[in-house]
């Protein structure tokens, strides 16, 4: 069992920028950020697997950026210009063998006014 732990949630106003971090107890080949909104549907993000290929939801290009430190099994999500329409629990997750999530964090509050 895999477990992923996020952090650095928070409020913050439109325009401003947050960085989410997800420790992660394992090497996982595929990481990402997967967001819900309260009334929508499950969004994923960003994306990265293996040596560092990522991929972003049209919503989020330009300005979020995914990274991963694989030697400490850490993920990060870097957000710029945030929106009001960012505003989600955002949740970090996992896959063994590829992007198929096997494994996810408790998730972590992103609130833009």
């Known amino acids: 069992q895999v477990q992923l732990?996020?952090?650095?949630?928070?409020?913050?106003?439109?325009?401003?920028s947050l960085r989410?971090?997800?420790?992660?107890?394992?090497?996982l080949i595929c990481m990402g950020w997967v967001r819900q909104a309260p009334g929508k549907e499950r969004e994923e993000v960003a994306s990265i697997i293996g040596a560092g290929s990522t991929s972003y939801a049209d919503s989020v290009k330009g300005r979020f950026t995914i990274s991963k430190d694989n030697?400490?099994?850490?993920?990060?999500?870097?957000m710029n210009s945030l929106e009001?329409?960012?505003?989600?629990?955002?949740?970090?997750?996992g896959g063994v063998f590829s992007c198929v999530y096997s494994y996810?964090?408790?998730g972590t509050q992103v609130t833009v006014s």
């Open 20 to 27: 989410l971090s997800c420790a992660a107890s394992a090497y």
């Open 84 to 93: 009001p329409e960012d505003t989600a629990m955002y949740y970090c997750a």
């Open 104 to 106: 996810w964090g408790q």
């Open 5 to 16: 732990v996020e952090s650095g949630g928070g409020s913050v106003q439109a325009g401003g």
């Open 71 to 78: 030697a400490k099994n850490i993920l990060y999500l870097e």
